[in-house]
C-alpha cells in the first residue's frame, strides 16, 4: 500500500489513541481565505497564551494588525481545524536572511533561516498538535532548501521547550527567555513526497468537513422551511 493509501485509511478511521474528545490532527497549509479564521483563532487566546505566543501581551487591536499583515506569498502558515471547522493551531514559519537572526547567523552557510512560532487553543490541549505542527514546518523547510529552524521564546513556555527538547534543538537560555535552533537534512524525494501526501490528505479532510457543514445547513433550511 502507498503513503497516499496509508493516509487515506487513516483519514476513514480513528485512531483508538485519539480517545472519543479528540479527532484527527490535520496539518493544512493556509491561504488568504483563511485569514478570519486566523484572527478568531488569536482573538480568542486568553493573556497567558499571548504572551507566550508573541513574548508580550498583545491587545486585539495589534493581534488584528498581525493578521491582516501576514503574507502567506513571503511566509508559510499552517493549521489545524476541528470537526467543527475551528482552527485549533496555527503555525507561522516565516522566512528571513540568516543576518536577520543573530542567534543562528553562525549555524548555516544557507542564505535564508526560517522562524517558527506556535499556538494551540485551550480546549485543544495535549493532543500533539503544537508537536505536528512543528513537524510540517521542518520537513517544509527541509524542502525548501533551509536547513536551519529557529523558534525565540519565554523559557517558562513549557510546551515549545518540550517541542523543542523533544526535537533535539540547541537551546541557549539567557534573561528568561530562550533561543532554539534545528540543523535540518538537505531535502530527498521521500521528504518531498511526505510533505505532498500529508498536504493531499489534509486537504481531503477539509474538503469533507467542508461539504458535511454545507450539508448540515442545508438540511437544518429544510427543517425551518418545514
Known amino acids: 500500500?502507498?503513503?497516499?493509501?496509508?493516509?487515506?485509511?487513516?483519514?476513514?478511521?480513528?485512531?483508538?489513541?485519539?480517545?472519543?474528545?479528540?479527532?484527527?490532527?490535520?496539518?493544512?497549509?493556509?491561504?488568504?481565505r483563511d485569514r478570519r479564521r486566523l484572527l478568531m483563532h488569536f482573538l480568542a487566546l486568553n493573556e497567558s497564551?499571548?504572551?507566550l505566543r508573541f513574548g508580550?501581551?498583545?491587545?486585539?487591536?495589534?493581534l488584528t494588525r498581525y493578521v491582516q499583515k501576514l503574507n502567506f506569498s513571503r511566509?508559510?502558515?499552517?493549521?489545524?481545524?476541528?470537526?467543527?471547522?475551528?482552527?485549533?493551531?496555527?503555525?507561522h514559519l516565516a522566512f528571513a536572511p540568516r543576518e536577520a537572526l543573530p542567534a543562528v547567523r553562525d549555524a548555516t552557510t544557507k542564505e535564508r533561516?526560517?522562524?517558527?512560532g506556535v499556538s494551540v487553543s485551550s480546549e485543544a490541549r495535549g493532543m500533539g498538535i503544537g508537536t505536528k505542527l512543528f513537524q510540517r514546518a521542518a520537513i517544509h523547510c527541509r524542502?525548501?532548501?533551509?536547513?536551519?529552524?529557529?523558534?525565540?521564546?519565554?523559557?517558562?513556555?513549557?510546551t515549545m521547550m518540550h517541542i523543542a527538547k523533544k526535537a533535539g534543538m540547541a537551546i541557549e537560555r539567557s534573561y528568561g527567555e530562550a533561543?532554539?535552533?534545528?540543523?535540518?537534512?538537505?531535502?530527498?524525494?521521500a521528504t518531498v513526497m511526505q510533505e505532498a501526501v500529508e498536504e493531499q490528505v489534509a486537504?481531503?479532510?477539509?474538503?469533507?468537513?467542508?461539504?458535511?457543514?454545507?450539508?448540515?445547513?442545508?438540511?437544518?433550511?429544510?427543517?425551518?422551511?418545514?
Not at 503513503?3 to 487513516?10: F, G, H, I, K, V
Not at 533561543?179 to 524525494?189: E, I, M, Q, R
Open 1 to 32: 500500500m502507498n503513503l497516499l493509501s496509508n493516509a487515506l485509511s487513516r483519514l476513514a478511521v480513528r485512531d483508538p489513541e485519539e480517545g472519543p474528545e479528540k479527532f484527527p490532527v490535520r496539518v493544512k497549509a493556509l491561504s488568504e
Open 143 to 158: 524542502n525548501a532548501d533551509v536547513d536551519t529552524l529557529y523558534m525565540h521564546c519565554l523559557s517558562s513556555n513549557r
Open 203 to 226: 486537504m481531503l479532510d477539509y474538503t469533507l468537513k467542508a461539504n458535511a457543514r454545507a450539508a448540515s445547513k442545508w438540511l437544518s433550511s429544510l427543517t425551518k422551511e418545514h
Open 49 to 51: 497564551d499571548r504572551l
Open 113 to 116: 533561516v526560517a522562524e517558527f
Open 179 to 189: 533561543d532554539a535552533y534545528l540543523k535540518l537534512a538537505p531535502p530527498s524525494p
Open 56 to 62: 508580550t501581551v498583545l491587545p486585539d487591536e495589534l
Open 75 to 91: 511566509d508559510t502558515v499552517f493549521g489545524v481545524y476541528d470537526n467543527r471547522f475551528k482552527l485549533m493551531g496555527v503555525g
